[in-house]
């Protein structure tokens, strides 16, 4: 596994395609690793020329885990929050954007089309509005702006986000049975579950890499970062928000909001389309990624 050193952190990244094309770098969501852009999914834009980069978010994966600081409390984050008092948390996103552009320096990558998912959609928002210079184009996946006025995810959603998994070492298969639930609970009801597939990847990650502690610091980077729409005005690439119909952690609304926040952005929305990318839209929305990477022209610097 190759690795660069930006940030004072380590970040751990694997590559596809041929290593003179146009890169697309995949952001990760929150919690999950680089391993969520299957080498299935990537290899179909490695097929159309493009250089495709995945890599493990600082507390997630093989990349830096910041084991120093502990977990946030919550309840005191959010009486802070609701109160309007300042907050003290080990980071934002604005530092995993650097940790994000810091790669792209280590790699010697002038400019790349950026695609997240989830949490890697803010992040990839922040990165095209903070160095617009440097990004060919954007697609949000599953994303959102920080807009606080949009609808919410279902409580119990959001309530088996937060519940703390049984500890894999003590009972594994406690733990397989918590994790494969939120992910089932968040699939959409337009493909099927594929629980095989869904226990292998909850395993794979696991070998890799547990630390919960970490999630919940980029829950809290989250929650830190705040609104992003005054900051999207100043991003000038190709915007592609893509978005399930069915959405039960971020809304639909979410993704509806970060078109209309970006000037020119283009909406797809998918009937039956959870809070996932199941393999049965692979194809299609490979294919919507890359005509919005090739409807993009190099940025002057």
Request: with cysteine.
């Amino acid at each position: 596994m190759p690795y660069v050193e930006t940030n004072r952190l380590t970040i751990a990244y694997e590559s596809f395609g041929p290593v003179d094309g146009e890169v697309i770098l995949l952001i990760a969501g929150l919690g999950t690793q680089m391993l969520r852009w299957s080498p299935e999914f990537c290899d179909r834009l490695t097929v159309q020329g493009f250089r495709v980069i995945r890599f493990d978010n600082r507390d997630a994966g093989l990349s830096t885990h910041l084991r120093d600081h502990p977990a946030p409390d919550f309840a005191a984050l959010s009486a802070a929050a609701a109160s309007g008092r300042p907050f003290t948390v080990p980071y934002a996103l604005d530092d995993m954007a650097g940790d994000t552009l810091g790669l792209l320096d280590a790699l010697g990558i002038k400019q790349a089309h950026l695609v997240g998912r989830s949490m890697g959609g803010m992040i990839a928002q922040i990165v095209a509005s903070t160095y617009p210079h440097r990004i060919l184009s954007l697609a949000a996946i599953m994303s959102a702006t920080g807009n606080p006025e949009l609808p919410r995810a279902a409580p119990e959603v959001m309530a088996m986000l937060m519940r703390p998994a049984p500890a894999p070492s003590v009972d594994l298969e406690g733990y397989l049975a918590h994790s494969l639930a939120f992910a089932r609970r968040i699939a959409g009801p337009g493909y099927p579950f594929d629980e095989t597939a869904h226990r292998a990847l909850i395993m794979s990650e696991l070998e890799r890499s547990y630390d919960p502690a970490g999630t919940s610091r980029q829950i809290a980077a989250i929650a830190a970062t705040g609104d992003l729409r005054p900051r999207l005005s100043r991003i000038t690439a190709p915007t592609l928000a893509v978005h399930g119909a069915d959405d039960p952690l971020v809304p639909k609304a979410a993704g509806e909001d970060i078109a209309a926040s970006i000037a020119g952005a283009r909406l797809m929305i998918i009937d039956g389309m959870g809070h996932d990318l199941p393999a049965p839209l692979y194809d299609r929305v490979a294919r919507e990624i890359a005509e919005n990477a090739h409807s993009a022209r190099p940025q002057k610097a």
